[in-house]
């Protein structure tokens, strides 16, 4: 069943060649971090236990702000959480080993919870980007008072100290926050670059996207803000044991700021960046504010709004512009291996209609787009939706694929009642949606894009990236036609805009729907393209049996592939029929040429 | 009727390609519109007309090609340095701020409130209406008495040259009378020369002199507006 | 008695600290995290009349000029370049604070600063004795509101800013110069967070970081005042009254929290804020 369509021995040499350099790399850093005391000033090993466990803390904020795009300010606050549980339950029940192990759960468990709350509270459908930032805001603001009123449960303004934690040296503890550092580094290396370290990226270029691929984006952003939390308690609980004090500064949204400053420095999206700038940055504190106290200050500030301003990603993606190879060219040939995969038939089918709409009805206020919407479409029909600007075909298009759009009427896909439910849950009815201008994810491969059009299919792996690329034939067929299947490991922003339009139409194919909705297909494209498009199209309702409803203004390229035109006017449904009934229509010309209102 | 004054050339564009980011609008197009003349420039929806609007008042930036207004090039000029030179626009999408008063959306035209008397008399004699009702919101207007808005706000510095982006759309016959009027209004007794983007043939070609239709940012066909033009035209923008 | 006037004043101090930010939010719809910067600059402003042996009330018109000059700097550099960079524009502002403050320390140092009062003692009104400052606080910021709200209504300048605020690409397709507009609007919201500064000085103690603790509490306001200053002064008169009761009542340290936990929830439940009031 599985066809090799392009083969690449480099490829898997390379990903062996990259695996090999990060262990060796590791490695160095092991041995750095275990050998290093022998040769480091007392001053240093302890500035570099602090600046080691904060760059575990930089490395969660490149995560999500880096990768993601959620610039958060939080992340201090589930630190300080962390370091609070530990040095609390030290403090009021103990110490043993049996203790110090709960401590070490609490101290990843309590900021998990908070996490996800933080989350559900940051990130549910429609919510916008500066929310999750005004939360990331308000929580540490919260802890942070709420340490201050604990009285002498927290310590209060003057934090606890006293308590007695892991029974290890100054030396002990920096290495037991270098190993951690690593072990955190490695397997955020290692994510970033899996099939599902990629949502992130992808979530951060066109979360719409994502949500039209069926990917429930605010339960990613959920659980990836729970995990890190996670990872900032456990930064915490080495902090209290390592420092043997807490202070309500650690969990303020100022360190928060502070962690972000030194991500973006070392430069956001490339992980060992921030690393680099939090350790590098955190060391020169200290070792400089005893001469140059504000000075300092105001050299990091100032370097701080020159890179936000004229080089965002930050110095370490200078040195990778420098020396990458691969991305940021076009590549032809490489790039994993295509393999075609038979149909899922994932998609219940049932009898009757594939979509049915009843007295679909749309108002802004008083203002009525659609009124009284009744249709039909069955499998294998390729449905042309026309009529004059302002009939109301792209606001039909948005209330077959949201739930929450219309004002009334019912919509059944594949017999269910879409009312209230949004894309995601839209898009595993077997619907897909073309946007008009093409919608993909311009910082990915063009391989990374449509193995993202699989992500709700097949669940990606956490640690690999595969070297094949599993599509159903229909899908390849679009590649091959358009010869983007020897453009596989080519970064999407490279493509050309009808390039960029095939590509879209194939991670729509390669979600496998039973009904793919278009807008304007051919907006922009040469003529060329445009014959190809319309190949496909006619080629995928009728052959395999997609539905397909199309708004389009070429006339010629409906005549041609349309089963059926549907004629929209002043937001009511005047003409449903074959396309030579429609074309020959005496209510068409009125409408085209200005006529009365029909 | 004005042939002895319509040789000369208000607006010339040659070999304009235009767009937004990757993807080419307007491609290649050649156009020339004579002084006192109107024009009307038809196509269906997505065929770039907006976009050669925008274009032409420097909204959006001509990629290669050359635009001349009166003779001087005008690429990279802003809109208001344009508007400042003569030119009107009456846009389509969201052309009002609907939150403010139709005297607050007309003074916004107008660059010192000292001329504001002068140029409100002057958008009166075309619509009285406005004179009793410049306190009213104007997202309260009706549809119709929203466009005759939109056009007095374009004729508020009595420009040379207007940009008229499909100003018929979903009116009564009875107001595109009234629009209609008010063109040849503007062209009988200022000599303004007007470039009318339309979708609505009979009146496209009942206020204009000459049309053309584009069709994928290119001129499909072009021609003097008379008898025979309807047919034609409806050829090209019928479904 | 008292509380009411505890809630009035409390508002009206809200109000005074985040005119300024909503003026910029507003028209170019970017937050300005150096918005604390502006605050401390302003009450050096204060400082810095005092040790010239000047009359405190000199320090109001100083510290508008000082922010505004300095606000214009500010958009040409640092913000006109991140215009269609909102997320960036929050950090680099936020750089421009840590600088601000590090240069104040440079310059004053770090320790706490006193300022002349501008006025001081109390009177009786509503049969109690209140705070005289507090009550020209309220004043203060009644007349803040009514100048922006003449400034909008009544000004070309206001008109265009209401033009840009409502429909950007409208106002630049009528021929409204967008940039200045939106430089002008700068300074004159730094001017006026410079001047609120002066203002606090005789309520917080003066030193270089104390901006910081505003800033929070003025860009919730501002989140949920969206662009509209009548929606500001709701939010600071319901935000800053549950402050006052629960500060009251319950604890004064989850009072310092009540405007920024209100504004989470507001936002939550509709994005919108009080925008629509």
Known sequence: MSDALAISPSRSNAVRRRAAILGVLALVALALVIFGPMFLSRFSINVLTRSMIYAILAITVDLLWGFTGILTFGQAAFFGVGAYATAMLLTHIGSSPTLISL????AILVPVVLGTIVGWLSFYYGSTPIYATVISLVFPIVVTQLIYSGGTLTGSSSGMVGYSGLPFGLEGFFRLSGISLVVVTLGALIFVRSDSGRILTAIRDNETRCAYLGLNTQRIKIMLTAVLAGVAGLAGFLYANASGVVAPE?????????????????????????VLGAVGIDYLSASLSGELPFLWQLVVGTLFVVMIIFLPNGLAALVSRLTRRGRGEVVAGA?????????????????GPLLSIDKLEKSYGSQKVLADITLDVAPGELVSLVGP???????????????????????????????????????ALGVGRKFQVASVFESLTVAECLRMARASLEAPSFVAASDTLSLPPAAIEILQLTGLDQLLSTEVSLLSHGQKQSLELAMVVALEPRMILLDEPTAGLTKAERTTIGTILKKLTNELGFAAILVEHDLDFVRDISSRIVVLHQGRLVLDGSVDEVVNSDIVKTIYSGGDHV | MFDTAKTETKLELDGVTSGYGPIAIIKDLSLSIRKGEIFALMGKNGMGKTTLLKTILGLVSARSGEIQLDGRSIVGASPKALIKSGVG???????????????????????????????????????????????????????GEQKMLILSRALMLKPDLILIDEISEGLQP?????????????????GTTILLVEQNLNFALDVADRWAVLKLGEIDDSGIADADSRERVLEHLKI | MTLLLDIVTTAAILFIVSAGLLAIFGVLEIVNFAHGAWLTVGAYCAVVTGGLGLSPWLALPLAFVAGAVLGGVTERLIVRPLYSRPQDAILATWGLGIIIGQLITLGFGRDVQFTENLLSGTIHILGTDYSLYRLFALAAAVAIGLGFALLLEGTRLGLSARAVIMNQSLARALGLDTTRIR????????????????????LTSVDPTMGVAWLIGSFMLVMVAGSSFGALAVACLVFGGAQVLVSTFISPILGGITVAVLSALVLRISSKGFARV
């Open chain 3, 183 to 202: 430089f002008v609007t700068f300074m004159i919201g730094t001017g006026l967070t410079a001047l609120a500064g002066v203002l606090l000085t005789p």
């Open chain 2, 89 to 143: 626009y009456a846009p389509q999408e969201q052309p009002l701020f609907t939150d403010l008063s139709i005297q607050d959306n007309l003074r916004l035209a107008i660059r010192s409130d000292r001329d504001l008397g002068a140029a409100l008399e002057h958008v009166f004699t075309h619509f009285p209406f406005l004179r009793d009702r410049l306190a009213q919101q104007a997202g309260t207007l009706s549809g």
């Open chain 1, 250 to 274: 650690n969990t303020s949204f100022v360190f928060g700021t502070e962690l972000v400053v030194w991500t973006a420095l070392g430069g956001r999206g490339t992980i060992l960046g921030p």
């Open chain 1, 389 to 427: 600007n302002g009939a109301g075909k792209t606001t039909m298009m948005r209330c077959l694929t949201d739930g929450k759009e219309s004002s009334g009427g019912v919509i059944r896909i594949a017999g269910k009642n879409i009312a209230g439910m949004v894309p995601n849950q839209i898009v």
């Open chain 1, 335 to 351: 790039g994993p291996e295509l393999v075609s995969e038979a149909p899922r038939h994932h998609v219940k089918m049932v009898d």
């Open chain 1, 103 to 106: 401590a070490l759960v609490l």
């Open chain 2, 174 to 190: 009875t107001v595109i009378a009234q629009i209609a009027k008010a063109l040849q209004a503007e062209q009988a007794e200022n």
